[in-house]
C-alpha cells in the first residue's frame, strides 16, 4: 500500500485535478476545496492514494524551526477525502505518512474518517461533536422540534422589533465578531482574521456565502452570522453577537429565519460543533443532533520540546 501513496509539495499540486478529487469523494466538504486549503493554509501539501481515490491535505506550518502540521484556525474538518468507503483501509497508512515527516501533528478529521489503533507511538484520538439539523422537512415541522426556550427567544425577538439584514458588509461581520465572540479565542491573530475575510468576499462573489444581521428597532446592528453553502449543507461558519443582541435573543431570530428559507431541501443546517456546552445546548435548541468526528494529536518531538502546542 505504501508505495501506491505519494506526497506532493503545493508546487506539484494540480489544483483543478485535486477539486475534481475532492468533489467526487463520498464525504466532499468545502474545506477541501483548493481555494478553502490556499486561503488558509497557503503552503499546503498534499497525500494522495494512485489517481486520487484518496487524498488529504497536509496544512503545515513551522515554528522555532520545527515544521508541524496543524488545524487552521477557521477550518473545522478536514482528514481523508475517500472515493468510496471501500477506500477507508488507506487512512491508517495516510497517517503513517504523515508521521513519518512530522514530528507534531495536530489535525481534526472528518466525520467519514475513523481511527482506532495505528502502529506509532505518543499519539492521541480525541472525540469531537459537530451537530447537524437535517432540512428535510417543512418550516412548520421543524420549529415544532425547537425546544422551549428558543421558541421563547424567537418570540422575544419578534416582539421587539428585530429587523433582517440580509446584506452587510464582510469587514463589518468580520469586526463585529472579532470584538465581541472572537474574544473568547484570544489563540486567533490578526492574519488569521485577514484570510477570513478574504474567504468572505470570494464567497459572496461566487454566491456561496450567506450574511444574515440583525438591526433593532434603533437602527444599530446587534448580531451578524455567516453561512458556507457546502455540498449538501450549510454551514453556522461564525455569529457575532453583541450583549445588546444576546439580551433580545438576535441570534435564535437570525437562524430561524435561515432555517425557514432553507427548510424542506435535502441539505443539512451544519453548527460547526463546539467544546463548549453553552452553544452545544444553544444548537440543540434548534433539533440539530450530534455528529461525531476524531481529532488526532501526535507528539513525538524530545524533551524540553515535547511540551509543544
Known sequence: MKERINCLPNSLIDKKRWDSCIKAACNRRIYGMSFFLDIFSPRWQ???LDDGNAVMPVTWNSKFGISYVCQPVFVQQLGCFILDNSYSGVIPFFIDKLSSSFRFIDISMNEMNEINEMNIGNYQIFKMNN????LNKPYDILINNYNTNTRRNIKKANKRGLVLINQYQPSEVVKLFRFNSGKAYPGIRSINYDRLLLLIKR?????????????????????AACFLEDFDRYIFYFSANSDEGRRQGAMFFIIDSFIKQYADNDKFLDFNGSVNPDLARFYKGFGAETACYQ??????LHFPLNFFK
Open 46 to 48: 498534499a497525500i494522495v
Open 131 to 134: 451537530y447537524l439539523l437535517r
Open 203 to 223: 464567497g459572496l462573489a461566487e454566491g456561496m456565502v450567506h450574511i444574515r444581521a440583525a438591526r433593532a428597532i434603533n437602527g444599530n446592528i446587534i448580531a
Open 295 to 300: 481529532r488526532l494529536k501526535i507528539n513525538r
